[in-house]
């Protein structure tokens, strides 16, 4: 102990200053095991945390489990460390099909027998079960799931003699960095498993669904945390143990929890209807980049780009148009994208809304009565048959892209549907910024700086004007085949 040892040569120090130095170091590492309130946080709510047992017939031969474990898209930054709280759904090698069984987490929010877990917990399950502290195995039943927030509702019946204990959602929002909460579950089949830590960060997005807005904390949650509670001091949920980032498999101390403004909204839906109403604004958007943001003359860089609006969407009838970008909707700032997709799924379906919008550098207010959200996926329209090019299309370059007019031919080799408008791209420079945009053979350009081209000499005379303006970059309007909008800043130096 080096304080211990400075004293010692030091023996003119008096007795009382000593003892002093010993009680601080003796008290050091009491006060760093949190405040006392989270024993009396545990012992009020473990009765209403749950473990969340499955039973699932799977094909030896398909091995394949992507029910049990939340699916991120391709290229997010956490994609090489996710794991699951709970991969327990292996098998031995050989064919036909087997029972596996899994374990999670859950909780209580209904005495009348209601409860509260991920959706990836159950996914696929053939039966559910909920154990209780006590060992109490009750079957439940799947009341609806919500996939894009990964959460799930189950219902069961308790025992006649049994009162149970439920506990309440509290306000996410009042959360602040560095508070304390607490997290229950059944890590590892090790039901009712108490950790603590405090929050780390708020509203992370990590790039796993269109409404992230996780919070991020450092209690030690494992596999078998999922679905389990996060709560604060005051015994309140305020979070959904979901996802953790875990290069071995245990905890390292980040983890994420799906706040409760978040779970309230989803839980009374899946309770009323079985199912999601998000609203639906209907278009499609995209971030304002820098670049973007000195093309449509927008300082600074901020709200949603319009690169697309449905013909039957709510959007087109209010007005809004591609190109608008939406700083504001329905009283709240809208500072990116996710903001937007956030706010508005939130929003309850057929609410009139204003939705501010820039349109052309000037800020103009659209009236919008939202739809409902449809999250069926849509079949794919079937492909157009390939025709064979006749001649070889005269091609301009411009910007280091090969531009040639529409034809019938063109439409047909690179599957262009006869709606879409524009000027067709055949070919990009490798070296040139349109590539590093990742503009490709059978983009369309629709329009430039929000004026719509019909040929490569509209393009090259928009281009021209854009560099006696002096601005750096060009905003293009590029369609896919089927008609999908975007906008790509090109650099014109």
Partial sequence: MPAAIRASRRPRLKLTACLAVACALIAAPAAARGPEGIADVAEKVIDAVVNISTTQTVDKSGGDNKGATPQLPPGSPFEEFFEDFFKNRRGDKGTGPRKTNSL?????????????????????????????NDGTKIKAELVGVDKKTDLAVLKFKPPASKQLVSVKFGDSDKLRLGEWVVAI???????????AGIVSARNRDINSGPYDSYIQTDAAINRGN???????????????????????????????????????????????????????????????????????????????????????????????????????????????????????????????????????GKEETKQV?????????????????????????????????????????????????????????TGVDADSDAAEKRLAAGDVVVEVAQEPVGSAADIKKRIEQIKKDGKKSALLLVSNGAGELRFVPVSVQ
Avoid: C
């Fill in 369 to 425: 009565t939202l739809g409902k959200l449809d999250d069926t996926d849509k079949p794919q329209p079937a492909s157009a048959k390939t025709q064979p090019e006749t001649d070889k299309p005269v091609t301009q370059k411009v910007l280091g892209l090969d531009l040639a007019p529409l034809s019938k031919e063109l439409r047909a080799k690179y599957k262009i549907k006869e709606a879409v408008k524009g000027v067709l791209i």
């Fill in 185 to 195: 579950g059944n890590p590892f089949s090790l039901g009712g498993t108490v950790t």
């Fill in 226 to 360: 999922s679905g389990g509670p996060l709560f604060n001091l005051n015994g309140e949920v305020v979070g959904v143990n979901t996802l953790i980032i875990s290069p071995s498999g245990g905890s390292i101390g980040i983890g994420f929890a799906v706040p409760s403004k978040t779970v309230v909204g989803v839980v009374d839906q899946l309770r009323q209807f079985g199912e999601l109403r998000r609203g639906w604004l209907g278009v499609r958007i995209q971030q304002v980049t820098d670049e973007i943001a000195e093309s449509l003359n927008i300082k600074p860089a901020r709200g949603a780009l319009v690169a697309g609006v449905e013909d039957k969407g709510p959007a087109k009838p209010a007005g809004i148009e591609p190109g608008d970008v939406v700083i504001r909707f329905d009283g709240k700032d809208i500072k990116e994208p996710k903001d937007l997709s956030r706010v508005v799924a939130d929003t309850a379906v057929g609410k009139q809304v204003d939705v501010v919008i820039i349109r052309k």
């Fill in 104 to 132: 999670g987490s859950g909780f209580i929010v209904d005495p009348s027998g209601v409860a509260v877990t991920n959706n990836h917990v159950i996914a696929d399950a053939d039966e559910i079960n909920i154990i209780m």
